[in-house]
């Protein structure tokens, strides 16, 4: 019932920059908490970031605090993910994920790859 595209991902090199975008479209009248979560290759799938319904609250793995950061925008159904300073070990396929407050009702997107190489 509900749907997510994200987009922003691509080839960047080792201490680049990419911000990646996570739109919700269909029945968005439930608030829902949103995570990023991140799979390497030949690795299981990862915690990134997440954020609470109203955006008070967020949380980081260790391994991107103060690197990456977690918004949202509710009136565009928008989320994002401010990476910064990219190594080598953050590629991997990039998934933006929401649960809804009341019924833990999960959407997954399809997926967005991030490459960090030189």
């Known amino acids: 019932q509900m749907q997510l595209v994200e987009s922003g991902g691509g080839l960047v090199q080792p201490g680049g920059s990419l911000r990646l975008s996570c739109v919700a479209s269909?029945?968005?009248?439930?608030?829902?908490?949103t995570r990023w979560v991140r799979q390497a290759p030949g690795q299981e799938r990862e915690f990134v970031a997440y954020?609470?319904?109203?955006?008070?609250?967020?949380s980081y793995s260790d391994s991107v605090r103060g690197r990456f950061f977690i918004s949202k925008d509710n009136a565009k159904n928008t989320m994002y993910l401010q990476m910064n300073n990219l190594k080598p070990e953050d590629t991997a396929v990039y998934y933006c994920?929401?649960?809804?407050?009341?019924?833990?009702?999960?959407?997954w997107g399809q997926g967005t790859q991030v490459t960090v190489s030189s």
């Open positions: 954020i609470s319904p109203s955006g008070g609250r967020t």
């Open positions: 994920t929401t649960r809804t407050t009341f019924g833990s009702v999960e959407t």
């Open positions: 269909g029945d968005t009248s439930s608030t829902f908490a």
